[in-house]
């Protein structure tokens, strides 16, 4: 049953995917990538570590994405934009980051070779990630956040008014 | 409960849901018209609830009219990802000790998301309808999302903090003692005001905001599929509603009257307050809005969260 | 702030409030609310004391009109009156603004606190001189236009009108 489900989110998560790519019209390739990202939650779940799935939908699907169709919606993409897409189509743009992804995968099948297996076989709890997060892995999460306050700050920066009008009310 | 008995129960659970938003159009408009000093619909059957099935009539029967310049299929498409995502977000929520259709270690995270999806259903209305209005509004309802989605994640963090786990039904049970609303006070305050701007009730209606879009993103739906985007809206006012009591107002607990009762109560009253809120406050402007969400809560929600850890580290003791 | 979120919540109570107080509005077709005399509903015309129609066809009515609904023509009867060959109503184009009675030199056109014009053709909206005529004097018992007024008709001549000086005549060199 749970191996079934794993596999028809992982056909659906690959075909998505490949739509998204070919999809001259970027809102359709938006909606697909959507698709993909519900299914890759999907598969996290089934894997064992549902807080992964919960956040995969909460910030991906649910914000990032959200943003990407808000920056599709300002640009007012016609036909112009779309035979633009497909003219990015032809075989000639996308061989050589083609050819450099099949490595890539290769290599990934090869470090999957290595280990016995993928998951531990138990379903990891929101408190366990916690733990870990803040225990072994504390720098990274530290590093992310300063990141994170440094985009803050810049994006303060860049949306604050340069001009201050007289009289003007905020 | 067993395997069976959770799909029935999750059946039933989704008929009285759809029941209940029908039946929420008609009762907010009486309630409406008793703290506007009207009457509102009182004709068809007693108290005028035949009203629900008229307009479900009326809805079913219209023509089901696609525009010939909106992009067909996601207009289709667009109505159904509300209703879904706000039908699965019933799942996680705990009627009672043992009525529950899932109890999720990560429940409260799952509705969040669900929460989250629900925003597509009207973006990609906007999208495919091509229409000057419907896109202003999926403008707005973008921005709109985004914000409050960010400290209505947070607002709910004080307390998971006090119980310790995401489970919705360790949530109401941690609450015996006290609900928690009392130490969660600015956590219900904010997850108030997020709950509405999610499922854009009226104060924060600014994606359909009649009086400037014409009907904003569902300008060009009729029929069916705008009643589709009325059934989302109403699904997300109860759905909000029993969080709010699940999670603030102690859920299921309550003496003398059984559980079920008790939630049902908690989650009407609650239902009645954001109706008094669309009867009584005005729509801000959209920058007010995003100012409302950037500049007070945002922050708010922040120091509701470093107070209750504090509190709660101290009380463990260290 | 502060201020702000006080004043939403002083919203939030008043409505509450509201909770208690009975309904504004009544149950309109078997109750029906009391509508003052002058108030402005369907348009009519009256006549004067002694039977005759006042309207004189002056078309201030007509001019004054914002939407435009009234349409007339003049007529000068065989004894000098004037008065309007035709006299139409579009009364489903008349937003019952009252502008034409208060154009009104002779008190013709009043408005009657009735409101119920329903029809399923929108031709029947129309009214015709016929139609809008009524037997007695409206809201104005007394007045007669062509008793107060200076103009010359069969049977009253030039300073015969109530409160009329005799015309002067500007031939005559005496005082």
Same mark, same amino acid.
């Given at each position: ?23 001259? /019209? ?24 549902? %807080? ?12 990032? &994405? ?21 003219? *990015? ?29 993928? #998951? ?33 700050? *810049? ?7 340069? =001009? ?7 | 409960?067993?395997?069976?008995? #959770? ?34 619909? /009182? ?33 289709? %498409? ?26 999720? /270690?990560?429940?409260?995270? @799952? %509705?969040?998301? &669900? ?41 709910? &963090? ?10 919705? !039904? ?10 928690? @609303?009392?130490?969660?006070?600015? *956590?219900?305050? $904010? ?34 599929? @705008?009643? &589709? ?19 603030? %107002? ?6 003398? +009257? ?26 801000? !402007?959209?920058?007010? +809005? ?10 708010? #929600? ?17 | 702030?502060?201020?702000?979120? !006080?004043?939403?919540? $002083?919203?939030?109570? #008043? ?24 108030? !402005?509903?369907? =348009? ?25 609904? =009234? ?14 060959? @035709? ?19 002779? /008190? ?25 005529? =009524?037997?007695? $004097? ?38």
């Amino acid at each position: 049953m749970m191996e079934t489900l794993f596999y028809l989110a992982a056909v659906i998560a690959l075909s998505a995917t490949i739509l998204a790519l070919t999809r001259a /019209n970027a809102a359709h390739a938006l909606i697909y990538l959507i698709l993909s990202l519900l299914a890759v939650a999907v598969l996290f779940f089934l894997m064992g570590a549902p %807080f992964a799935a919960a956040l995969e939908i909460l910030i991906y699907a649910g914000a990032i &994405m959200v943003l990407f169709v808000f920056v599709i919606m300002m640009l007012n993409l016609g036909k112009s934009g779309e035979e633009l897409e497909r003219s *990015g189509l032809h075989a000639r743009n996308w061989i050589i980051p083609g050819i450099m992804a099949t490595l890539l995968f290769v290599e990934l099948m090869y470090a999957v070779e290595q280990t016995s297996s993928l #998951t531990s076989g138990t379903a990891v709890s929101p408190k366990e990630v916690g733990l870990e997060l803040f225990g072994p892995y504390v720098l990274a999460v530290e590093l992310a956040s300063m990141l994170l306050l440094a985009g803050l700050v *810049g994006a303060y920066h860049l949306g604050r008014r340069f =001009i201050v009008r007289s009289g003007s009310d905020d | 409960m067993s395997e069976l008995g #959770t799909i029935g129960f999750g059946l039933f659970i989704i008929l009285a849901a759809v029941g209940g938003a029908a039946t929420l159009t008609w009762f907010e408009r009486r309630l409406l018209g008793i703290w506007q000093d009207r009457y509102g619909p /009182n004709r068809l059957g007693p108290f005028g609830v035949g009203q629900v099935a008229s307009d479900m009539i009326k809805l079913l029967t219209k023509h089901d009219w696609v525009p010939p310049f909106s992009d067909r299929v996601v207009f289709v %498409f667009a109505p159904t990802a509300i209703v879904v995502a706000m039908m699965l977000g019933f799942a996680v929520v705990p009627f009672g000790p043992d009525l529950y259709v899932i109890d999720l /270690n990560i429940g409260l995270l @799952f %509705f969040l998301g &669900m929460t989250s999806l629900a925003v597509y259903s009207v973006l990609l209305a906007a999208l495919a309808s091509n229409n000057k209005y419907a896109l202003l509004g999926g403008l707005r309802s973008a921005a709109q999302m985004v914000s409050y989605e960010v400290f209505m994640g947070l607002s709910l &963090m004080g307390v998971v903090m006090l119980t310790g786990s995401f489970s919705m !039904r360790a949530i109401v049970e941690a609450q015996t003692d006290l609900w928690n @609303f009392i130490p969660q006070f600015l *956590g219900l305050f $904010t997850f108030l005001i997020a709950g509405i701007a999610e499922s854009h009730r009226l104060p924060f209606d600014l994606p359909e905001a009649e009086h400037e879009l014409t009907a904003g993103f569902h300008t060009e739906y009729s029929g069916m599929k @705008f009643a &589709m985007f009325m059934l989302g809206e109403y699904l997300g006012l109860i759905l909000i509603s029993c969080m709010i009591v699940a999670l603030f %107002f102690g859920g299921w607990l309550g003496p003398w +009257l059984p559980p079920i009762v008790w939630f049902c109560l908690k989650t009407f009253i609650v239902i009645c307050f954001f109706i008094l809120l669309r009867a009584a406050i005005p729509r801000p !402007r959209y920058d007010q +809005l995003m100012t409302l969400g950037w500049k007070y809560m945002l922050p708010l #929600t922040l120091f509701n969260l470093l107070v209750t850890g504090a509190v709660a580290l101290t009380l463990k003791g260290g | 702030m502060f201020k702000s979120l !006080r004043s939403q919540l $002083t919203t939030i109570w #008043t409505i509450l409030q509201h909770s208690f107080t009975p309904a504004e509005t009544v149950q309109y077709p078997e109750e029906q609310p009391y509508l003052a005399p002058r108030y !402005r509903g369907r =348009i009519v015309l009256t006549r004067d004391p002694d039977g005759d129609e006042r309207c004189v066809a002056c078309n201030l009515c007509a001019a004054a009109c914002p939407p435009d609904c =009234i349409a007339l023509q003049q007529g000068v009867r065989e004894d000098g009156r004037w008065y309007p060959e @035709f006299f139409r109503i579009n009364f489903s184009r008349c937003i019952m603004c009252g502008m034409c009675e208060e154009a009104c030199p002779t /008190n013709a056109i009043q408005l009657t606190p009735d409101f119920e014009m329903c029809e399923y053709e929108r031709q029947s909206m129309v009214y015709e001189k016929e139609h809008l005529l =009524i037997s007695g $004097t409206g809201k104005y018992h007394d007045y007669n236009f062509y008793r107060v007024s200076g103009l010359a008709i069969d049977g009253k001549d030039k300073g015969q009108g109530q409160n009329e000086a005799q015309p002067i005549d500007v031939k005559s060199l005496l005082p």
